[in-house]
T-cell receptor, first 116, second 112 residues
Framework: DVKVTQSSRYLVKRTGEKVFLECVQD?????MFWYRQDPGLGLRLIYF???????EKGDIPEGYSVSREKKERFSLILESASTNQTSMYLC???????????????FGEGSWLTVV | GENVEQHPSTLSVQEGDSAVIKCTYS??????FPWYKQELGKGPQLIID?????GEKKDQRIAVTLNKTAKHFSLHITETQPEDSAVYFC???????????FGTGTKLQVIP
């Protein structure tokens, strides 16, 4: 069964702390994504990786960085957490799209981060 | 970049009625349009998708339609059931790109 696992479901961090959100997938997918979900704003892409050590900025990368040292693991890093980063964070993975075909994105269950 | 707009943001229907969610996209190069369902406390899950060479696709009680000229696509759920209550996201993607742009979501409530 397909699985994207986010290690922490609920976190409370203080302003200025460095925060790590970890994600592991067991499907040997090349693509991995970090999204942020906020009411009324939908799913916004923070960063995307299409291979080990490769990354691309999404729509809202400011204040975040990522690390992909192994194919199955993709980490989101908040260098200095701020209250406006309080949100639900979703990790996802997929095989690459090829040609005109589509591809299913598999999501984890999300990590709720509160920054106080 | 691509912009996907989704309406309505909330939708309440009586059990057994139909529900329709509409999306528009801005990039005429987009050619793949998936729909995701997010149940409470879970991540979104693909329920149906359509490619630009197809105008309509059905899977039991759900169907999607695509109008490429108008850059508009819709999700139709017939004979709604309480378990259809969830947040639904439309999305768009173009060939050669790995990124998917999501709409802002529709919270569907099916009233028993």
């Amino acid at each position: 069964d397909v699985k994207v696992t986010q290690s922490s479901r609920y976190l409370v961090k203080r302003t200025g702390e460095k925060v790590f959100l970890e994600c592991v997938q067991d499907m040997d997918h090349e693509n991995m994504f970090w999204y942020r979900q906020d009411p009324g704003l939908g799913l916004r892409l923070i960063y995307f990786s299409y291979d080990v050590k490769m990354k691309e900025k999404g729509d809202i990368p400011e204040g975040y960085s990522v690390s992909r040292e192994k194919k199955e693991r993709f980490s989101l890093i908040l260098e200095s957490a701020s209250t406006n980063q309080t949100s639900m964070y979703l990790c996802a993975s997929s095989f690459p799209r090829s040609g005109t075909g589509g591809n299913t994105i598999y999501f984890g269950e999300g990590s709720w981060l509160t920054v106080v | 970049g691509e912009n996907v707009e989704q309406h309505p943001s909330t939708l309440s229907v009586q059990e057994g009625d139909s529900a329709v969610i509409k999306c528009t996209y801005s990039d005429s190069a987009s050619n793949y349009f998936p729909w995701y369902k997010q149940e409470l406390g879970k991540g979104p899950q693909l329920i149906i998708d359509i490619r630009s060479n197809v105008g309509e696709k059905k899977d039991q009680r759900i169907a999607v339609t695509l109008n490429k000229t108008a850059k508009h696509f819709s999700l139709h759920i017939t004979e709604t059931q309480p378990e259809d209550s969830a947040v639904y996201f439309c999305a768009a993607s173009k060939a050669g790109y790995q990124k998917v742009t999501f709409g802002t979501g529709t919270k569907l409530q099916v009233i028993p």
